[in-house]
């Protein structure tokens, strides 16, 4: 079964997606998610001007080798726009795997070790009040591990939390996200004010106050976003510790693994990290030292089903778990892909669920399922994806970024 032709899908269902569709001589389509937040058309010229050429004509079922090829081949090896690439062309190669073998992608990866994988949603709010109100709706729709990140006295705005008209929704059945929609953004990146000293002084109090309000049941989440040095982080991380938080996410920059080796000898709340790493490389020393708990690499942005697959079997000798990246810029393709994976792998730990517009899941089609705080992927063969490309090109590719965070000073910082 030959590859006969790959097509890249840039829409813009309410933000930016890049999709490839592989289609092989006898007719059979397999869709990969090679979306990359802000610099999305980059990984788009990658695939059609160096990747698609290069596909026509090869056997579809040689995967492995597909990889191989296009990673060692290309001698540049790994970073975000290559590994998303190669990402896209490796799940639509499973896609159509697991289609002409009749079965859905995870029975080709060893089967289900569970029944559905956890989720965790993202509550938030400017303040306390907003923050319970978005947690309620939350816990009211089945959420039980659940994301908190709350406004900060003094600043503006933060990164990651919900306009005051959004907070109290977001969760499962609810369209109102928070995160940069393109039509939110203007044409230059949006710029935020950041203070560690007040963030790391408020935080702790949140957590108490949700610990209070909710009980010790619930898992609780955090996200640092790269924010803190390596004290601060040990500081906070030992400030949290009294409220048992399943992780505490990406409190250092992400390029000096050296850091969270300070930061998990001074505190026992579990790490997670890696939502921008992109290859098993950029966790050699953390799993192996055992400096983090849980992997954030999705299937989109670390080179598809076949490397984090990889990843996870290396973390697995370690104890280290499994924690996929979900926001809405990863695609229901690498949704479904990541839940695919996460229902066959031992390590499983958790699944990142933000979910995605009407307008996106109606381009996309996903046939995952969350109920009893879980997702679990359809019963059909393949992905389970059902992409509309009539209605994904009424929507055009609009330019948008992430924002940008400054110190009181002015100098630009981690946001
Ligand atoms: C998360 C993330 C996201 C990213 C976003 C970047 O934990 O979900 O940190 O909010 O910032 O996906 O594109
Ligand atoms: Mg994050």
């Not at 040095?229 to 409220?243: F, H, N, R, W």
């Not at 958790?350 to 399922?369: A, D, K, L, N």
Request: hydrophobic residues 40%; charged residues 20%.
């Amino acid at each position: 079964m030959l590859i006969e032709r790959a097509d890249v899908i840039v829409t813009s269902p309410g933000r930016n997606f890049v999709t490839l569709k592989i289609t092989t001589d006898d007719g059979v389509v397999g869709y990969g998610d090679g979306t990359l937040n802000g610099r999305e058309l980059a990984v788009a010229a990658y695939l059609t001007d160096h990747v698609v050429p290069l596909l026509t004509g090869r056997d579809a079922h040689a995967i492995e080798d597909t990889w191989q090829y296009l990673y060692r081949g290309a001698y540049w090896r790994r970073g975000p726009v290559t590994m998303a690439a190669i990402a896209a062309v490796d799940t639509a190669l499973w896609d159509i795997k697991a289609k002409v073998a009749g079965l859905p992608l995870y029975q080709l990866l060893g089967g289900a070790s569970r029944e559905r994988c956890l989720v965790y949603g993202h509550a938030s709010g400017k303040d306390i009040p907003e923050l319970f109100d978005s947690i309620r709706k939350h816990l009211d729709e089945g959420f039980r591990a659940i994301r908190i990140q709350t406004g900060v006295p003094g600043l503006d705005s933060v990164y990651g939390v919900a306009s005051s008209a959004a907070a109290s929704v977001g969760g499962a059945g609810s369209d109102s996200r928070y995160d940069y929609e393109p039509a939110r953004r203007s044409a230059l990146p949006t710029e935020e004010t950041w203070d560690t000293r007040a963030y790391l002084r408020h935080v702790p109090s949140v957590f108490e106050a949700v610990r209070g309000e909710f009980g010790e049941d619930i898992a609780l989440l955090h996200d640092a976003h790269h924010r803190l040095t390596p004290i601060q982080a040990a500081k906070l991380g030992k400030s949290l510790e009294p409220y048992d938080l399943f992780w505490l996410e990406d409190v250092t920059p992400a390029e000096n693994q050296e850091a969270l080796r300070w930061v998990r000898h001074h505190t026992t709340t579990p790490l997670a990290i890696g939502e921008v790493f992109n290859s098993v490389w950029d966790y050699q020393h953390l799993i192996r030292e055992q400096l983090i708990d849980y992997v954030r690499s999705p299937v989109t942005h670390a080179g598809g089903i076949t490397s984090v697959r990889r990843i996870m079997d290396y973390a697995a000798m370690y104890q280290v778990k499994s924690g996929m990246h979900g926001p809405t810029d990863v695609s229901p393709v690498g949704l479904a892909a990541a839940v695919h994976l996460g229902l066959a792998l031992h390590n499983f730990g958790i699944q990142e669920y933000m979910v995605h517009s009407e307008q996106t899941r109606e381009v996309f089609g996903p046939t995952y399922e969350f109920a009893g705080g879980g997702l679990r992927p359809g019963e059909e063969p393949g992905l389970g994806i059902h992409v509309d490309e009539e209605l994904a090109a009424q929507y055009p590719y609009e330019r948008a970024y992430l924002p940008v965070n400054r110190l009181r000073d002015g100098t630009v910082h981690d946001w």
